[in-house]
């Protein structure tokens, strides 16, 4: 049963390089949601999803793009990374309102 | 725009003392989560509270909510030092979505 999958787990990108991080989920959840966790800062809100094919903007959404075109993935890009996107990127899923939070693994993002 | 603010940020303690974490909200919210995570893990949900007065606890953990004056608190008794690690709150934007918004996090540390 492995829940909510997160690839992959550690990363260095250059300034100016693109990738794209994988939130995958088996556990049918309507909802997926991007936060990203910077110290003292607890976790931030980028994007998220209330369903396939559907995306909205969170707290911090700029310099990411997402999409979910599958119901059990949600994709989290970063088309030219900044040094200020250095940080650890968490997935969650949720089946929907009034639901709690499967949180993924993390990624742990450093841009230099 | 719901704001958690969390206090103290950092708590340092003996074994076998008792302290509280306090949550405060800035709007109207109908649950609040707590949340743990030991350094380079993911969050694990601790508890949920739903209605104000609600109480929960959980081995030397107990949660409350009071929803009139916008605070949840975690109770911590008789510490140990399996108990160390980072706490978060997490109250919920009354929207759809079911989008969370996190306080800053308490970083415990229980001393032999």
């Known amino acids: 049963n492995a829940g909510v999958t997160q690839t992959p787990k550690f990363r260095v990108l250059k300034t100016g390089q693109s990738m794209t991080l994988l939130c995958a989920q088996d556990?049918?959840?309507?909802?997926m949601y991007w936060y990203r966790q910077d110290p003292g800062m607890g976790l931030r809100l980028i994007h998220y999803?209330?369903?396939?094919?559907?995306?909205a903007k969170g707290e911090v959404p700029d310099g990411y793009n997402v999409s979910r075109l599958k119901k059990q993935n949600f994709l989290l890009g970063l088309e030219s990374a900044a040094p200020s996107q250095t940080s650890v990127y968490f997935c969650?899923?949720?089946?929907?309102?009034?639901?709690?939070?499967?949180f993924g693994s993390g990624t742990r993002l450093t841009v230099v | 725009e719901l704001k958690v603010e969390q206090n103290p940020l950092f708590l340092s303690m003996q074994e076998g003392k008792n302290y509280t974490i306090y949550c405060n909200y800035s709007?109207?919210?109908?649950?609040l989560y707590w949340y743990r995570q030991d350094p380079g893990k993911s969050l694990e949900s601790l508890f949920v509270?739903?209605?104000?007065?609600a109480v929960k606890q959980e081995g030397r953990l107990m949660a409350s909510l009071d929803t009139k004056a916008r605070l949840s608190t975690l109770h911590i008794t008789a510490a140990v030092h399996d108990l160390s690690a980072t706490y978060f709150c997490?109250?919920?934007?009354?929207?759809?979505?079911?989008?969370?918004?996190f306080g800053g996090g308490t970083r415990l540390m229980v001393k032999p």
């Open positions: 969650a899923s949720s089946p929907g309102e009034m639901s709690g939070y499967t």
């Open positions: 556990m049918n959840h309507e909802y």
């Open positions: 999803s209330v369903g396939e094919g559907t995306t």
């Open positions: 709007t109207t919210s109908d649950r």
């Open positions: 509270l739903l209605s104000n007065g």
């Open positions: 997490a109250a919920r934007i009354n929207n759809a979505g079911n989008m969370l918004t």
